[in-house]
T-cell receptor, first 114, second 114 residues
Framework: AQSVTQPDIHITVSEGASLELRCNYS??????LFWYVQSPGQGLQLLLK??????LVQGIKGFEAEFKRSQSSFNLRKPSVHWSDAAEYFC????????????FGSGTRLQVQP | EAQVTQNPRYLITVTGKKLTVTCSQN?????MSWYRQDPGLGLRQIYY???????DKGDVPEGYKVSRKEKRNFPLILESPSPNQTSLYFC?????????????FGQGTRLTVV
């Protein structure tokens, strides 16, 4: 079964600073990979996804993520954080076969300091 | 506007009192699912439905029931709620069950069982 690890529970960055959120997965092959964002009181919104091809994927709101097969990682990055980026971020993996939807990590809460 | 609508958004109830959380989507999606979100655990799938009258257990189905009588609706039923079901619940829908199909999430229902 697939699993996802987000090692950072809580991260605080200053506005304008760069951001990297870590995600490691466990899966027998190359999974589908996703990053979702959850703003306070809101549902989850898809930021970006990786299925195949170019390992650097661009998403909405200026986010990007890089798939590294050798490290089983899919880290999320943003060059300059805005105060509105404060939210909880979830990495998720989806199996390429079977019935299944998504397996989520435990989330990373991002705080942005002025 | 494409959306997944959950009701209610907030609910406080007492142990043992049956309740239903409704979920409706307007995108003609085949696949719908329920997740619960708990601190440090991310989102875990409770039940899912591949289509009308087709439902199956997810990772944490104990204490929950679902039904799918119409394509657009997928209610979550707690026959006898207990305090360990206090959680944030999300309904999600996607065009089909494949993991590379984008999932759309409702805004969540915060349930407290006292």
């Amino acid at each position: 079964a697939q699993s996802v690890t987000q090692p950072d529970i809580h991260i605080t960055v200053s506005e304008g600073a760069s951001l990297e959120l870590r995600c490691n997965y466990s899966y027998g092959a190359t999974p589908y990979l996703f990053w979702y964002v959850q703003s306070p009181g809101q549902g989850l919104q898809l930021l970006l996804k990786y299925f195949s091809g170019d390992t650097l994927v661009q998403g909405i709101k200026g986010f990007e993520a890089e798939f590294k097969r050798s490290q089983s990682s899919f880290n999320l990055r943003k060059p300059s954080v805005h105060w509105s980026d404060a939210a909880e971020y979830f990495c998720a993996v989806g199996a390429r076969t079977g019935r299944r939807a998504l397996t989520f990590g435990s989330g990373t809460r991002l705080q942005v300091q002025p | 506007e494409a959306q997944v609508t959950q009701n209610p958004r907030y609910l406080i109830t007492v142990t043992g009192k049956k309740l239903t959380v409704t979920c409706s989507q307007n995108m003609n999606h085949e696949y719908m699912s329920w997740y619960r979100q708990d601190p440090g655990l991310g989102l875990r799938q409770i039940y899912y439905s591949m289509n009308v009258e087709v439902t199956d257990k997810g990772d944490v189905p104990e204490g929950y029931k679902v039904s799918r009588k119409e394509k657009r609706n997928f209610p979550l039923i707690l026959e006898s709620p207990s305090p360990n079901q206090t959680s944030l619940y999300f309904c999600a829908s996607s065009a089909d069950h494949r993991a590379n199909t984008e999932a759309f999430f409702g805004q969540g229902t915060r349930l407290t069982v006292v």
